[in-house]
């Protein structure tokens, strides 16, 4: 029965894995080859001007957006956790509405809150005496990246406090108690107690989002298309453009930049991931 | 001065109230705006002073998109493309992450990483092959093409939300009705399923709202009005020189309104199908 039941599975999985293995392996090693035989193309891409500031946009993106998030993050998940408040459910749902509202959606309505003349972003600054003219925030190139960076801290910020607050909230009250009854104060318990509980959490938020960052595409080109002069332009968006322009062997080789830094990432994901699978499987 | 216990309350209990207030305001101000906007006359849209609110209110935004644009037929070709691609993915799914909870066998781990490793691999990168593939199976600019290159963000999710709701049901349970005679695909069926309907409807609707939100495979497969779909159809108010921002509002609401429905609906299994893989450590 054991043995049976034991095909019966692999065949049950089957369907999926083919699938995946048509949608990812076959288009990775069509990247590769392509990239291999234009590989001209490296050249172009390494000496072109604009690489380097794609490259510095890149990081300085992800970074920000990452760690940006993390914090509003968990500050928004120990906001939550305060034993103040009422209707806790209900301001951690209306938290999540950024996430969860299309990218193209949330792009657009912060195109438009970073209008110069017309957005509400500028008129609140205006009216509060904190600037006394409007600020371009969509077409200053050294402004630009950093206006795009809050919409994405906007949109994946929630992922955070959801996950954080489920974790703190899986702390037993026992635990606590114990400590304040040995006497730790409110740093010892953040020190010894919820670290501790939340740093698993953390790290897979973290990957999560540098993910996230890494392969951002739509806020970006909805909001500005990359530029102005390719000022907000990253990776993706550099891949999009010369999709656009028709130039392939630039799209496998630039392809190929974003599978090596993903490939960086996932490692160190199914690695973390492992342990769980082999906790959990039935 | 030591803190009594009453201030100590009142400030924390303050703090707390005012963070809150901060994060309201941070989460929903942008959307206000959206929706303000879209109830806003033309003259007033592009007003200098700009207000939040509507002096007039209108709703002329909302007939134009829904009268005098593509929007409904891309909202239609929206639902399309999601029902058959989430259609596809809990068939496939189901049948994985049933396996994936409940049999072990050589390589079943390595196949279930297989799986979710598909996620980590950019869209931007597939966009070239998949183009090339959906263009030779003649399915460009069609519903079902783009369907099918939403499968690969979908598929790897949704099959590991599937298999975590399955784990939760304990097998005792089905193991139970097969020593009363039914067999495995019955006890399935009749026992497993049920219990974990909830769970696994959540799964489904997550892929829907995924191929929902897809605008990077929709920008390029779907080429005219009878395929293109809402996201796409959101960036066409747009001019070469001005942008309707009146109605670009009003189709972003259109857009947006279904999905928190949905989602508040279903938020509950959303999280803990979400949640399950990350909190336990």
């Known amino acids: ?282 | 001065m030591k803190m009594t216990r009453t201030t100590r309350t009142l400030t924390w209990g303050t703090l707390s109230w005012v963070g809150l207030a901060l994060l309201v305001i941070w989460t929903m101000f942008p959307i206000a705006v959206m929706v303000f906007t879209s109830f806003k006359p033309g003259n007033e849209v592009f007003a200098k002073p700009n207000t939040l609110l509507p002096q007039n209110w209108t709703i002329d935004n909302f007939v134009n998109v829904l009268t005098d644009s593509t929007v409904p037929q891309a909202l239609l070709n929206s639902v399309l493309v999601g029902v058959l691609a989430t259609a596809i993915t809990m068939v496939l799914s189901l049948s994985a992450g049933y396996a994936l909870a409940r049999f072990r066998y050589r390589g079943s781990r390595a196949l279930s990483l297989f799986i979710l490793m598909g996620q980590f691999i950019p869209i931007t990168v597939l966009l070239l092959p998949f183009f090339i593939a959906i263009n030779a199976m003649g399915l460009i600019d069609t519903i079902g093409g783009l369907a099918i290159t939403h499968l690969v963000i979908t598929v790897p999710l949704v099959t590991w939300m599937v298999r975590n709701q399955f784990a939760s049901v304990p097998i005792e349970l089905e193991e139970a009705a097969m020593i009363d005679g039914s067999t495995r695909l019955g006890a399935v069926l009749k026992i497993t399923l049920p219990v974990a309907m909830p769970g696994l409807a959540a799964a489904a609707m997550f892929a829907f709202l995924q191929s929902w939100h897809e605008f990077v495979f929709a920008s390029v497969i779907t080429q005219s009005p009878s395929s293109r779909t809402g996201p796409i159809s959101l960036t066409e108010f747009a001019g070469e020189f001005t942008v309707d921002w009146g109605a670009t509002m009003a189709a972003a609401v259109v857009l947006t309104v279904p999905v928190v429905i949905i989602f508040l609906c279903l938020q509950r299994y959303f999280v803990a199908g979400l949640t399950s893989g990350a909190v336990k450590g």
């Open chain 1, 1 to 282: 029965m054991l043995k049976r039941n034991r095909k019966v599975g692999f065949y049950l999985t089957l369907p999926a894995v083919l699938l995946m293995a048509a949608m990812t392996i076959i288009p990775v090693v069509s990247v590769l080859q392509r990239a291999l035989s234009g590989n001209e193309a490296f050249g172009r891409l390494f000496t072109s001007p604009g690489f380097s500031q794609v490259m510095v946009n890149t990081a300085l993106w992800t970074v920000l957006s990452v760690v940006g998030a993390l914090v509003l993050g968990y500050f928004g998940a120990m906001i939550l956790q305060s034993k103040y408040l009422r209707g806790v459910g209900l301001w951690r749902s209306l938290f999540l509405i950024p996430w969860i509202i299309p990218g193209v959606v949330g792009a657009t309505i912060w195109k438009w809150n970073f209008s110069r003349d017309y957005g509400q972003i500028n008129q609140v600054l205006l009216n509060m005496g904190v600037i006394s003219s409007p600020i371009e925030w969509l077409s200053d190139p050294n402004l630009v990246l950093f206006a795009l960076v809050i919409v994405q801290i906007w949109s994946t910020a929630p992922f955070v406090i959801l996950l954080v607050s489920a974790a703190l909230t899986g702390i037993p009250a026992e635990r606590y108690e114990a400590a304040r009854l040995d006497g730790a104060n409110g740093f010892n318990l953040l020190r010894y107690i919820t670290l501790p509980a939340v740093s698993a959490t953390t790290a897979l938020s973290a990957l999560t989002l540098v993910t996230w960052a890494l392969n951002a595409f739509t806020i970006i080109f909805v909001a500005t298309k990359g530029g102005p002069a390719g000022s907000s332009t990253i990776l993706p968006v550099l891949l999009y453009q010369a999709f656009q322009t028709g130039d392939e062997s630039m799209v496998a080789v630039i392809a190929l930049l974003q599978l090596v830094l993903s490939a960086i990432f996932a490692t160190v994901y199914i690695r973390s991931m492992r342990n769980e699978l082999e906790e959990s499987a039935a």
